[in-house]
């Protein structure tokens, strides 16, 4: 008996677009507070530091998004090339694949008679769609979408990247640097919680990871500014 009203949450179908969001705002936080830390630390002039944001946001937009569409392009691609193989395979010899989805349902813990059944119910509907999900685990929830992950990478860097332009530009002398780093390590430890929250993993842990590797990030960016600036100067 199947009871009514039962929901299972499950967050697999979240990996895709959750890995590319959560990667883009942390670079993007990270990358253009460090780049502006660094500027900064040379002396450089409030236009200066602003500038060197702003073209670290759009840069680095622009570079996650290609970035991602090109590693998840490779990915559909291979798996649009195993489609294409089993599709054909089907055709060839459609006894020997129903034969070979009934031997993956009897690894799986099925008698051989009940498995030989699954198969043959699976390969009536759909058998491409059978040897899809249970031969080359593909589903509809996995699947490689180039343009959702080009544009979450996209959004997700410019959403991080702004957050240490805003803190610049809405300070002023040295708080503005002080209110800059706070902004960064509050913002990335919110990333890693929330990152940890939509994935069902500890939010302690992920915001202390993320907040330890930004924060040395930044500290190693801002000490090489300043010892450019040093030298230059």
Do not use: C
């Amino acid at each position: 008996m199947v009871r009514r009203g039962h929901q299972e949450r499950h967050r697999g179908e979240r990996s895709g677009w959750l890995r590319a969001a959560v990667l883009g705002a942390d670079d993007g936080l990270v990358s253009t507070a460090s780049l502006m830390l660094g500027v900064a630390a040379s002396s450089a002039s409030r236009a200066a530091v602003v500038t060197a944001g702003l073209a670290g946001l759009v840069a680095g937009a622009t570079s996650m998004a290609a970035g991602e569409f090109v590693s998840v392009s490779s990915q559909k691609d291979v798996e649009q090339q195993d489609l294409s193989v089993e599709a054909a395979e089907l055709m060839a010899d459609p006894a020997a694949e129903l034969d070979e989805l009934t031997g993956i349902y009897v690894q799986r813990g099925l008698n051989p008679r009940l498995a030989r059944e699954v198969a043959v119910e699976f390969s009536r509907a759909d058998p491409l769609a059978a040897h899809a999900r249970d031969e080359l685990g593909q589903s509809p929830t996995t699947a490689a979408r180039p343009v959702q992950a080009a544009v979450a990478s996209a959004a997700s860097f410019a959403g991080g990247a702004v957050l240490p332009l805003i803190a610049m530009l809405a300070g002023s002398g040295t708080a503005r640097i002080v209110l800059l780093v706070v902004v960064a390590v509050v913002g990335l430890g919110f990333l890693g919680g929330l990152g940890a929250a939509l994935g069902g993993a500890n939010r302690r842990r992920a915001a202390v990871r993320v907040v330890l590797g930004g924060s040395i990030a930044m500290a190693v960016t801002a000490l090489v500014g300043a010892l450019v600036g040093t030298a230059i100067g």
